[in-house]
């Protein structure tokens, strides 16, 4: 039963890492190889390798968020269990969708579907993200810094919904704003993870400071 036993968040880590493992493992078997020795069998087949670059390496830079936003996890609690399992079931689609936009090779409405896969899978990331920051440490630069890691997740959702739309106007263009989401969160926000290491070393010393030195309460009886 969920609340026997508490969840600890380097075994929730493990878990979607293997997850996403077999996300990354389906889209490789999805490979099918041309039948025909002719180079121009390669060139025919390059919606193929495009989707499959773009959602591979999507559901990459989703496995270096993820590990980065658990280093800020501190304990797992129902709403960062269900956050995440969300953003795992909707990332579960993404070979499927893929698979059916090469096999349609990028028709205007599988790749607005695949389009729709992805901005439901960030938003589930974005609530993923606003639920671990609950737990992060309440100084008021802290906050100033998950603002601004908010407000990126809002510019990528923004970004998907245009790729929508520009999927019945230019499959190439909706599948390029989608590999432009992913260029924005292939280097996690390191400047985010920087200055929250900073602020939690600040944190620490003070309790350590704390501990070592207790306040100053007055003059004890015995000197009084």
């Known amino acids: 039963m969920i609340g026997d036993e508490p969840l ?27 039948e025909s020795a002719d180079p121009r069998a390669l060139l ?24 980065h936003l658990f280093h800020r996890v501190k304990r797992v609690d129902l709403p960062v269990l269900w956050a995440n399992i969300a953003l795992l079931f909707f990332m579960s689609f993404i070979p499927f969708f ?20 992805m901005l439901v899978a960030g938003a589930a ?32 959702i923004c970004i998907y919904a245009a790729a929508i739309g ?13 590999f432009l989401v992913a260029l924005l969160y292939a280097i996690p926000s390191l400047w985010v993870e920087r200055c929250a290491d ?12 704390g501990e070592l030195h207790p306040p100053y309460t007055g003059p ?3 000197q009084s």
């Open 166 to 178: 520009t999927a019945y106007y230019k499959t190439t263009l909706s599948m390029a704003l989608i």
């Open 44 to 67: 025919h087949d390059w919606p193929i390798f495009i989707s499959y670059v773009i959602s591979y390496f999507y559901v990459a830079v989703y496995w270096i968020n993820h590990h």
């Open 125 to 156: 990331f974005s609530v993923l993200d606003r639920v671990v920051a609950r737990q992060s440490i309440g100084d008021p630069q802290m906050v100033l810094v998950r603002r601004a890691a908010q407000r990126k997740n809002l510019i990528a």
């Open 8 to 34: 600890s968040p380097g075994r929730l880590e493990a878990f979607s890492d293997g997850v996403i493992a077999i996300i990354l493992t389906i889209m490789v078997l999805e490979l099918k190889a041309p």
């Open 198 to 209: 900073i602020l939690e070393d600040k944190e620490e010393s003070r309790h350590e400071q």
């Open 98 to 117: 893929t698979e059916w936009m090469e096999s349609t090779r990028l028709s205007p409405f599988p790749t607005a579907v695949y389009a729709a896969t």
């Open 220 to 222: 004890s009886a015995d």
